[in-house]
T-cell receptor
Framework: SAVISQKPSRDICQRGTSLTIQCQVD?????MFWYRQQPGQSLTLIAT?????????ESGFVIDKFPISRPNLTFSTLTVSNMSPEDSSIYLC????????????FGPGTRLTVL | GQNIDQPTEMTATEGAIVQINCTYQ??????LFWYQQHAGEAPTFLSY??LDGLEEKGRFSSFLSRSKGYSYLLLKELQMKDSASYLC??????????WGAGTKLIIKP
């Protein structure tokens, strides 16, 4: 199983600023995902990031607000731009691994609070 | 639209058995997953079903009926550490995971 780390684990940011979240995997993986989870709610997929191609964003999420980089098969970043209090959430990096990508593993998450 | 339904919250007693149901309506089906998420932690993989029937893994079992769009997660010999949220997710025809809102399971002594 893949082991995933994220930085930072938590942050408190001011409105209007940007934060970049890093995701590091201990093995090479093709498919990486960024999720948002607001308190007491389930997971919402922001985008899928495959190495060598542009990230694919889900409805309601745009590249200008959530730019993603995927420079290699073990690393990705998600930036939350021009933050507002509504962006306060847990951001989770995830990778698909195993046969036919049937297991999805999650990083520990980044808890973001925007004041 | 795509929809996954599961109860918001359930309560059970330590040592007992609990069944958490999940019904789904998705555009295509390429497997159903159950994840466990303790408060403040990331989800962890529990089970995967793609064919009808029961998959048993220790104290946890997961059942799938594709014709009914239905699954359940069965937890036996409940322990206090099983208190968590249980997330049902379905992989659709685009191999994208569609997530349910999760069921918060409360275990009482």
């Amino acid at each position: 199983s893949a082991v995933i780390s994220q930085k930072p684990s938590r942050d408190i940011c001011q409105r209007g600023t940007s934060l970049t979240i890093q995701c590091q995997v201990d093995s090479q993986v093709t498919m990486m995902f960024w999720y948002r989870q607001q308190p007491g709610q389930s997971l919402t997929l922001i985008a899928t990031a495959n190495q060598g191609s542009e990230a694919t964003y889900e409805s309601g999420f745009v590249i200008d607000k959530f730019p993603i980089s995927r420079p290699n098969l073990t690393f990705s970043t998600l930036t939350v731009s021009n933050m507002s209090p509504e962006d306060s959430s847990i951001y989770l990096c995830s990778v698909a691994d195993g046969d036919e990508y049937n297991e999805q593993f999650f990083g520990p998450g980044t808890r973001l609070t925007v004041l | 639209g795509q929809n996954i339904d599961q109860p918001t919250e359930m309560t059970a007693t330590e040592g007992a058995i609990v069944q958490i149901n999940c019904t789904y309506q998705t555009s295509g089906f390429n497997g159903l997953f159950w994840y466990q998420q303790h408060a403040g932690e990331a989800p962890t993989f529990l089970s995967y079903n793609v064919l009808d029937g029961l998959e048993e893994k220790g104290r946890f079992s997961s059942f799938l009926s594709r014709s009914k769009g239905y699954s359940y997660l069965l937890l036996k010999e409940l322990q206090m550490k099983d208190s968590a949220s249980y997330l049902c997710a379905v992989k659709d025809s685009n191999y994208q995971l569609i997530w349910g809102a999760g069921t918060k399971l409360i275990i009482k002594p």
